[in-house]
């Protein structure tokens, strides 16, 4: 949907619609990024520098974990496994993907000594310091949208899918089951959103309850309890189970596997993405502790008044401590100049690998937190997102004379 709008000053604003979906946490991916992110847990509780990369993939009742896992922990991972499942739910007894009836095999080799090497600095340009964990660029988002200065469809879509997670795990609601999805579609005028177009809601639920019963809860319990009513208007569009039915779900209906929602896991598709995933994987890795310093700048650009949109990329090389670029674009809402917003950047955060996991505090078995509703504008974890603080709002102000 295009069209233009011109406001006070004759600015033309242009005016779209723009959709983010959100999936809950018996979607059968993050099955898979929850299985990945306790076994990361569980080696990080025993062993704080463990290497960890680790992938599930899910079937029927087949669960597979593979990677590279260098660790001083003992652990069981086929117990690991199973808890987080039967955490999930899914432990019907009529469901072939039952955490007590799972097959589950492995594959876990150490880190080659290769990548070792760089990552310890063992054999760098930079002897002795931790230089990353691979190549690659990670981006940070934040928009003033929301409190949490996060998009707002993906914000609403996570609140979709938290909200059913609620209802279910508490037994109100008690037809619903593991699996489901929704997605928010937002009319905006320029940057701001302004109405809520389309809702899609779909949940997996027991055969006994039929689709008037699932319609009526789903809309005054989920959508009225998550998304502003100011939003809602009587031209907005719900899709509820828009196939009829939704009893076969999670990993008997569809393959899981880690990494496959990067984008639930961050901004929705409003942000880009340097395509690297998080979950399974140690802040060695800087397709995960980078995201989240990008994330922290970001939002730290925004709460300091420098910019209404701000999108930080920062580049690495393998072995190599320091980011090789540091890039800001804040879309015409910068109130100085982006090379400005890039050298205070500079001079207020610590971009080495070592020196983010320290600045954010990310040898903490924290993960299994991040797996479901998105590892960016969690504001209620602030004490384990240490990347959602806004700390250093001040000390860019200062440098950038706001």
């Not at 899981?256 to 890795?285: E, Q, W």
């Not at 590892?375 to 001040?394: I, K, M, N, P």
Request: glycine fraction near 8%; proline fraction near 5%; hydrophobic fraction near 40%.
């Amino acid at each position: 949907m295009l069209d233009f709008l011109r406001m006070n000053g004759g600015v033309i604003a242009r005016k779209h619609v723009f959709a983010s979906e959100s999936v809950t946490e018996g979607h059968p991916d993050k099955v898979c990024d929850a299985v990945s992110d306790s076994v990361l847990d569980a080696c990080l509780e025993q062993d704080p520098h463990s290497r960890v990369a680790c992938e599930t993939l899910v079937k029927s009742n087949l669960l597979v974990l593979a990677g590279e896992i260098t660790t001083r922990a003992k652990l069981d991972y086929v117990q690991i496994a199973r808890e987080r499942v039967r955490d999930i739910g899914y432990d019907e007894p009529t469901e072939i993907f039952h955490a007590d009836k799972l097959q589950i095999i492995y594959a876990l080799s150490q880190q080659s000594p290769d990548i070792a090497q760089g990552v310890d600095g063992t054999h760098t340009a930079t002897p002795g310091i931790q230089g990353a964990g691979d190549q690659g660029m990670m981006f940070g988002f934040a928009c003033r949208e929301t409190p949490e200065l996060m998009p707002a469809p993906v914000t609403f879509a996570h609140r979709l899918c938290r909200r059913l997670s609620e209802l279910r795990h508490s037994r109100e609601v008690p037809w619903l089951r593991p699996d489901g999805k929704a997605q928010v579609s937002l009319l905006y005028e320029g940057h701001r959103p302004v109405r809520v177009d389309a809702v899609v809601v779909s949940t997996q639920h027991a055969p006994e309850v039929g689709q008037e019963t699932i319609r009526e809860v789903i809309l005054s319990e989920v959508v009225a309890k998550a998304i502003p009513p100011e939003l809602l208007d009587h031209s907005t569009r719900y899709f509820i189970n828009p196939t009829g039915r939704f009893v076969v779900g999670g990993p008997e209906a569809d393959s899981g596997l880690t990494g496959r929602k990067i984008i639930v896991d961050t901004y929705g598709g409003m942000g880009r993405h340097g395509g690297g995933a998080f979950s399974g994987k140690d802040p060695s890795k800087v397709d995960r502790s980078a995201a989240y310093m990008a994330r922290y700048v970001a939002k730290n650009v925004v709460a300091a008044g420098a910019a209404n949109r701000a999108e930080v990329q920062l580049a690495y090389a393998i072995g190599y401590p320091d980011p090789v670029s540091v890039a800001v674009d804040t879309f015409g809402t910068g109130k100085v100049a982006e090379e400005k917003i890039v050298e205070a950047i500079r001079q207020a955060f610590r971009l080495k690998p070592a020196e983010i996991i320290d600045e954010l505090s990310l040898l903490r078995p924290i993960y299994r937190q991040t797996t479901n509703y998105g590892h960016f504008g969690r504001v209620d974890q602030l004490d384990s997102f240490t990347w959602e603080r806004t700390d250093r709002a001040v000390a860019l102000q200062k440098l950038l004379n706001l």
